[in-house]
Nanobody
Framework: QVQLVESGGGLVQAGGSLRLSCAAS????????MGWFRQAPGKERDFVAA????????YYSDSVKGRFTISRDSAKNTVYLQINSLKPEDTAVYYC????????????????WGQGTQVTVSS
């Protein structure tokens, strides 16, 4: 059974940075494509970023392109989301997800999900 555990969220001022981590167990992340999604209160879960199994291809939503960076460390079996220049509208619960196939923004297709980590950006 694959388990994904996010960490690294918190309260940060606008303009600040955070690095979210998603630690996987039960399967090596090199066998999974991974994605990050976020859900703000009262809104649907939105795609943020994704990375292919080989780690070469990355994908971003237009709203975060240039500010967010997804990466992976196979030795630590962990995927990261570096978030820079945070804005109040980035406030949300951030989830990581994994799947054997490349799903990018297709949330319903991901087989594995973490429990989420809260990111709150104050203005």
């Amino acid at each position: 059974q694959v388990q994904l555990v996010e960490s690294g969220g918190g309260l940060v001022q606008a303009g600040g940075s955070l690095r979210l981590s998603c630690a996987a167990s039960g399967r090596t992340i090199s066998s999974l494509s991974m994605g990050w999604f976020r859900q703000a209160p009262g809104k649907e879960r939105d795609f943020v970023a994704a990375i292919s199994r080989n780690g070469i291809n990355t994908y971003y939503s237009d709203s975060v392109k240039g500010r967010f960076t997804i990466s992976r460390d196979s030795a630590k079996n962990t995927v990261y989301l570096q978030i820079n220049s945070l804005k109040p509208e980035d406030t949300a619960v951030y989830y990581c997800a994994g799947d054997k196939a490349l799903q990018v923004g297709r949330a319903s297709r991901y087989d594995y999900w973490g429990q989420g980590t809260q990111v709150t950006v104050s203005s």
